[in-house]
Each structure stands twice: as C-alpha cells, then as structure tokens.
C-alpha cells in the first residue's frame, strides 16, 4: 500500500533530483544515503559485537509508535550484513 510521502517518517523521505550522475540522484541525496548507510552498518557492527562469544540468530526490533522506521533500519541492516558475506532471512 502506498502512503503520501507526509506520512513517510524521516528516514524514509529523501530529496530526489536531476543529479549528476547517471542514477537520477542529486549529490545531497547521495550524501545523504551514504550517511544513512553509514549509520546503518556502525550499527550493525555494535550489535554483532555486543555478544562475541555467541553467534546472534534473531534480532528483535521495537519501538513505542508505528512509522518510526523499524522497517526500513531493518531491511538496511539485513542488506549490510548480506554485504559482508553473512546469511540472512
């Protein structure tokens, strides 16, 4: 289901633009992924530290209100941990 981008929480919504380069993206939205993504895998690396000794089989995510982007840190932190060889489901 498809919702107005006023209802999409912050980290979801993104400046698009003509951009320089051939993906249709602007330089501040790139910046501003990288960022994203950035944040995404330091925080991938704290949870996989969190328990040397013990290999994670499930993450739970949570939060106290819908649309804070549980989601979306999600789906980032399975697509970084693929990145790094690791299974995921």
């Avoid at 330089?27 to 925080?43: H, I, K, W, Y």
């Avoid at 549980?70 to 995921?88: C, P």
């Amino acid at each position: 289901m498809a919702r107005h981008a006023d209802s999409c929480p912050a980290s979801e919504r993104f400046p698009h633009g003509g951009g320089v380069g051939g993906d249709g993206k602007s330089a501040q939205t790139r910046n501003q992924l990288s960022g994203f993504e950035e944040a995404v895998r330091t925080l991938r690396n704290s949870i996989m530290l969190t328990d040397f000794d013990r290999r994670l089989k499930c993450i739970l995510m949570t939060s106290a209100s819908p649309s804070e982007g549980k989601s979306t840190v999600a789906a980032h932190l399975a697509i970084a941990h693929a990145e790094q060889g690791h299974k995921t489901s």
